[in-house]
């Protein structure tokens, strides 16, 4: 399951625009063409390296990977001194290229100065494929090939998904789409970010009159042998929990400048001295001003809780009086703790409650001293402890589990929010979200699976049943995800609140109410093939007319490192998840990975079909 995140990225901010796509090349140098060549040393040449041709039964061939169609621009570069030899470059045995070197007769000096011949619009297909020269009519002294430049007008195409370092997954397939169904749209929202755990792939789907879905999870269309289950936040640049940090400060240093923060996360942080007038108690104070982004922003450090800590050195008196207070979402000073320090040293923790701090306005944090002379040491503010999840087991029977999970602090609390689950009459509240577990016959008989998970915000995760394994422990991670109800695109966090969730187990059906007065029915089915959650009964309320019905969520950092990298349907793509192509029209959705990843590896790919 991926990580529950503390803040949705700067980076969103940023780059909520994908970019336009521009050419990267890729260099395939002679010298690396498969089976055995003769190599010749060339000062000039780009590795100083060449293969050197004298038959026409001689040829040079390069594999090479595409995850999608391209356009590419192909150059070669060579030497010869001699007549004319007539090149031909092949690609994947389709298209045949043809240049002529023409003669250029030098006693041999030719041989270190290299020419190009170019071709530009040169379709490349998906898969696997293969450029290859042959040569034909050449003359005596034969031709030097240095290298061959592959220009493709996509520059998602990395390095290792060109040299087939990652392995390319199936041709997805559209069988029995239609039925009379008019067509919808998916509507592009995603932004680049460099966190593995983020879910920076954001793809709304519109329908004027749904009435009916089906969501489907399988495995992926790679067969891969890695089972990389770990998260990654080397990356991720929110995830600190320090919100702002000071050092050694004193009034010399704070009444002359403005201090900044020395943590990673700063959040507009800045401490400032000034002697205090009028007062008998104390001299000098010390003010930090930070913003904290908030509920409005997707985030949740305004909203949770917080420590804060400090540390005092004693001043040149015998003993100092210390008062820290605050002014945060009330906008009204609030008295935190008074204290006297009388030895060398006293370190403090105040726990801050939640609901604290303000993301409308500045947020302002005060230390008086009596002493000029009193060094803060360390001075911080740090994002609460958020502990597990609690689970509480809703219902059990042979065949199916239920659970639901109780957050330590759940990211619309600040709205009021949670889910209440009702089964046969007895309820179940203040719900993040519930877990669905059937029993595989494979897994033992007190075994069961997950397959579904509900957030209360509407997201849902499912999963294909697990491969039959001896090994312990084996299990399949969550990737991408819908959001299954309407939600505002243009938030920073999208979500579909569900107020209340009505359970029929023996049915496997979930009658959800929204927050806005939507509702549905869901109902999962599952095979050995993959796991299908039709989405029935809908009713959507007034005040979300114009909004998509369900949105794709997932994460695209490079290939290698994604949960998705392509989508597509009966009528459109494949395209990049975080390309610039607007609006793909269709009827049913696939969000898949078109490359392998070593980022959850066999989290399943996720596929919408519109029904009704």
């Not at 954001?202 to 999870?217: C, F, G, K, P």
């Not at 403090?348 to 939640?354: A, C």
Request: charged share 20%.
């Amino acid at each position: 399951m991926k990580l529950v995140h503390p803040a949705i990225s700067v980076w969103h901010l940023l780059l909520l625009i994908p970019a336009v796509t521009t050419a990267v090349t890729f260099r395939l140098e002679a010298e690396n063409a498969a089976g055995p060549h003769t190599i010749n040393w060339r000062s000039a040449a780009s590795n100083v390296r060449t293969v050197f041709v004298i038959s026409a039964s001689d040829r040079l061939s390069f594999p090479f990977c595409l995850y999608r169609q391209v356009t590419a621009d192909v150059t070669v570069t060579y030497s010869h001194d001699g007549g004319n030899s007539d090149v031909r470059v092949k690609v994947d045995n389709t298209q045949n290229l043809t240049f002529s070197t023409g003669a250029a007769y030098g006693g041999g000096a030719n041989w270190n100065v290299f020419q190009s011949a170019s071709f530009s619009g040169v379709t490349l297909n998906r898969g696997i494929q293969k450029l290859a020269l042959t040569f034909q009519g050449l003359d005596t002294y034969g031709i030097e090939i240095d290298y061959v430049d592959v220009s493709v007008d996509d520059d998602f195409v990395t390095d290792d998904v060109f040299r087939c370092k990652l392995l390319l997954g199936a041709e997805p397939s559209f069988e029995g789409v239609g039925g009379g169904v008019s067509a919808g749209h998916l509507e592009q929202h995603s932004y680049h970010t460099p966190c593995p755990e983020e879910d920076n792939v954001h793809l709304a789907v519109y329908h004027d009159t749904v009435s009916q879905y089906t969501l489907r999870a399988t495995n992926p269309l790679y067969r891969s042998m890695y089972d990389n289950k770990t998260h990654d936040t080397s990356t991720c640049p929110n995830l600190d929990a320090t919100y702002w940090r000071f050092d050694d400060v004193d009034a010399d240093t704070a009444l002359n400048n403005v201090i900044h923060s020395s943590a990673v996360a700063q959040n507009n942080a800045t401490l400032t001295g000034y002697l205090v007038q009028n007062d008998v108690t104390y001299n000098v104070k010390y003010v930090v001003t930070f913003d904290l982004k908030g509920f409005k922003k997707g985030f949740i450090d305004a909203d949770i809780h917080s420590i804060l800590k400090a540390t005092f050195n004693q001043g040149a008196s015998s003993s100092t009086n210390i008062k820290v207070t605050y002014e945060g979402r009330s906008g009204q000073p609030v008295l935190l703790d008074e204290f006297v320090v009388s030895g060398s040293t006293v370190t403090k923790s105040w726990d801050i409650p939640d609901m604290t701090w303000s993301e409308d306005h500045l947020n302002f944090l005060n230390i008086y001293a009596s002493d000029e002379d009193t060094m803060v040491n360390d001075f911080q503010l740090i994002r609460g402890y958020m502990g597990p999840d609690q689970p509480v087991d809703i219902f059990n029977s042979d065949e199916v589990r239920l659970q639901g999970f109780v957050s330590d602090f759940w990211w619309r609390r600040p709205v009021g929010e949670s889910l209440t689950v009702v089964v046969r009459g007895q309820q179940f509240k203040n719900l993040s979200r519930v877990a669905l577990y059937v029993q595989t016959p494979w897994s033992g008989v007190n075994s069961y699976q997950q397959l579904l998970v509900l957030y209360q915000d509407g997201n849902v995760r499912l999963l294909p049943v697990p491969y039959s394994s001896p090994t312990p422990g084996y299990w399949i991670p969550f990737g991408t995800s819908v959001i299954c109800g309407k939600s505002n695109p243009a938030d920073l966090r999208p979500a579909a609140p569900i107020k209340t969730l009505t359970f029929v187990p023996e049915t496997l059906e979930m009658t959800l109410d929204y927050y806005d007065g939507s509702t549905s029915k869901i109902t999962l089915a599952y095979t050995v093939s993959e796991t299908a959650l039709k989405v029935t009964d809908m009713t959507f309320s007034p005040s979300t007319q114009g909004r998509p019905f369900a949105s794709f969520r997932s994460m695209f950092v490079r290939f290698g490192s994604a949960d998705s990298d392509s989508v597509q349907s009966e009528l459109e793509g494949p395209e990049h998840v975080l390309g610039a192509w607007g609006n793909l029209g269709g009827r049913e959705f696939l969000v898949f990975r078109a490359v392998e990843s070593h980022h959850l590896t066999h989290s399943p790919d996720i596929r919408l079909t519109i029904e009704a």
